[in-house]
């Protein structure tokens, strides 16, 4: 199965500052088929990204992802108040699908 | 708008089976552009696919869990369900219920979460 491996496990940050979220996959994702989601303390994954670089139906433009090989960034461009919260990466190219350990994006 | 909720019981003793069942609504479960899927969540940990299902019945697991998983759907109820047998405390997470994309699998709608303690 892929191994995601995402970094740094928590991010220290203030808002208005720019957020850069890794996930490095242990093999070839192909198509793209990449996912980030967003969750806040006792609530379910919110799909953010989709594709490696789509933006989900609502998802704010400061949310924005890329890839380069094996290796897929989630940068949200200007912290607001409510973008702090635990951030997954998921890969869907082969199954078993599988999700990254998780990035905290906690306030500085 | 689409909207699922998990049910069935929190507390399971060890060696018994975990039922939980997913009720979507503001939806039709029989449609061809998605499957419905299970996904949990260790108290404190990431999130592990369970296993997911098409409306036709047609059923994908986690190896790591398929010895021991059964998912069906019941088309008439716009409901699905997970089965999970001879559980242990390594078993106690939150349970969600999903809707996951047909051909590539992003996850777009996500029940509420239910805990599931495993103890005796």
Known sequence: ?????????????????????????????SRSFLAWYQQKPGQAPRLLIYGASSRATGIPDRFSGSESGT?????????EPEDFAVYYCQQYSSSPTTFGQGTKVEIK | ????????????KPSETLSLTCTVSGGSIRSTSYYWGWIRQPPGKGLEWIGSIYYS?????????????????DTSKNQFSLMLSS???ADTAVYYCARLMYGPNEIDYWGQGTLVTVSS
């Open chain 2, 87 to 89: 559980v242990t405390a």
């Open chain 1, 1 to 29: 199965e892929i191994v995601l491996t995402q970094s740094p496990g928590t991010l220290s940050l203030s808002p208005g500052e720019r957020a850069t979220l890794s996930c490095r996959a242990s093999q070839s994702v």
């Open chain 1, 71 to 79: 290796d897929f960034t989630l940068t949200i461009s200007r912290l």
């Open chain 2, 1 to 12: 708008q689409l909207q699922l909720q998990e049910s069935g019981p929190g507390l399971v």
């Open chain 2, 57 to 73: 019945g047609s059923t994908f697991y986690n190896p790591s869990l398929k010895s021991r998983l059964t998912i069906s759907v």
